[in-house]
């Protein structure tokens, strides 16, 4: 049984749709998920659905039980939050004895200086500290973290920042969860790490002008001090752990912080992974 958590969530639905499209049987799938009912068309597709809350670590272990591979999407939230959830998701993978543990981790987790990565090296010491079969699929960032404000972008003129001419490595979500997704299909694959990247870098003056050619629109880059980003971002009703998430974040790149290139991706995909372009075109034609 593979059993996918956060399978209601952008990443772990299509990771289950990616393991269906393999071949993967349906009943040899679980979706883990907080609000079962949100999983319905996951069940009518015959995937069995469990009732997993990272906030209920009591439901986590009948949720992980006979899970020969699982699947721990990180969650969302305050990061002193997302630890403790993490801590126990392991905890409860361990006494399920889970025959491999496939983690979701961020790209060069050990010294990457994002302030998230705090939350990633704590999950995998407590990974390596569980004693299970371990691959960790270090994640590099979405394209869709950006491409998400480009319509209001396109819209207003101006896509704004505090990332400089940072270069960025990112991919596409259906690459990371299509890689996932082959992870979890192939076998030995305890103790591999793969650091999972685009296959070229862009920066944000560049997605401005992507942006632009794409929709025949003029569309320029303004670079922020961090400060004022960050207002801007409240003034928007984003959460404050958001906000200072999105502005460290940019302000990291800045100094090289997500520039890194590896072959991980495109390797498990068997083909280039999804450049900038589709992405851009993809967030504007929704």
Same mark, same amino acid.
């Given at each position: 049984?593979?059993?996918?958590?956060?399978?209601?969530?952008?990443?772990?639905?299509?990771?289950?749709?990616?393991?269906?499209?393999?071949?993967?049987?349906?009943?040899?799938?679980? %979706?883990?998920?907080?609000?079962?009912? !949100?999983?319905?068309?996951?069940?009518?597709?015959?995937? &069995?659905?469990?009732?997993?809350?990272?906030?209920?670590?009591?439901?986590?272990?009948?949720?992980?039980?006979?899970?020969? !591979?699982?699947?721990?999407?990180?969650?969302?939230?305050?990061?002193?939050?997302?630890?403790?959830?993490?801590?126990?998701?392991?905890?409860?993978?361990?006494?399920?004895?889970?025959?491999?543990?496939?983690?979701?981790?961020?790209?060069?987790?050990?010294?990457?200086?994002?302030?998230?990565?705090?939350?990633?090296?704590?999950?995998?010491?407590?990974?390596?500290?569980?004693?299970?079969?371990?691959?960790?699929?270090?994640?590099?960032? @979405?394209? &869709?973290? @950006?491409?998400?404000?480009?319509?209001?972008?396109?819209?207003?003129?101006?896509?704004?920042?505090?990332?400089?001419?940072?270069?960025?490595?990112?991919?596409?979500?259906?690459?990371? %969860?299509?890689?996932?997704? &082959?992870?979890?299909?192939?076998?030995?694959?305890?103790? !591999?790490?793969? &650091?999972?990247?685009?296959?070229?870098?862009?920066?944000?003056?560049?997605?401005?002008?992507?942006?632009?050619?794409?929709?025949?629109?003029?569309?320029?880059?303004?670079?922020?001090?961090?400060?004022? @980003?960050?207002?801007?971002?409240?003034?928007?009703?984003?959460?404050?752990?958001?906000?200072?998430?999105?502005?460290? %974040?940019?302000?990291?790149?800045?100094?090289?912080?997500?520039?890194?290139?590896?072959?991980?991706?495109?390797?498990?995909?068997?083909?280039?992974?999804?450049?900038?372009?589709?992405?851009?075109?993809?967030?504007?034609?929704?």
């Amino acid at each position: 049984m593979i059993v996918v958590t956060g399978a209601t969530g952008h990443f772990g639905r299509q990771v289950i749709v990616h393991l269906l499209r393999r071949g993967t049987p349906a009943d040899r799938i679980a %979706a883990a998920v907080r609000t079962p009912a !949100k999983a319905a068309d996951l069940a009518e597709r015959g995937v &069995e659905i469990r009732l997993a809350d990272y906030d209920r670590p009591e439901t986590l272990l009948p949720a992980f039980t006979g899970a020969d !591979k699982l699947l721990l999407v990180s969650s969302t939230g305050p990061d002193d939050a997302r630890i403790t959830q993490h801590r126990a998701a392991v905890e409860a993978a361990a006494e399920a004895g889970a025959g491999l543990l496939a983690y979701t981790s961020v790209a060069g987790a050990p010294t990457n200086p994002l302030g998230l990565a705090r939350v990633h090296r704590d999950t995998e010491q407590a990974v390596a500290g569980s004693g299970l079969p371990a691959v960790l699929l270090r994640n590099g960032w @979405y394209t &869709e973290n @950006y491409t998400a404000a480009l319509p209001g972008a396109v819209e207003r003129g101006t896509l704004v920042g505090s990332a400089g001419q940072g270069r960025i490595a990112s991919a596409a979500r259906a690459d990371l %969860a299509e890689a996932a997704a &082959e992870v979890l299909t192939r076998d030995d694959q305890a103790g !591999k790490v793969y &650091e999972l990247t685009g296959d070229t870098t862009w920066s944000l003056p560049e997605l401005a002008a992507e942006a632009a050619a794409r929709s025949g629109r003029p569309v320029t880059y303004t670079d922020l001090p961090a400060e004022r @980003y960050r207002q801007i971002l409240a003034e928007a009703g984003l959460p404050g752990f958001v906000a200072e998430l999105i502005v460290d %974040a940019d302000v990291q790149v800045s100094r090289g912080a997500l520039a890194g290139v590896t072959a991980d991706l495109s390797g498990l995909l068997g083909r280039p992974a999804t450049p900038l372009s589709a992405v851009v075109a993809q967030a504007l034609a929704a």
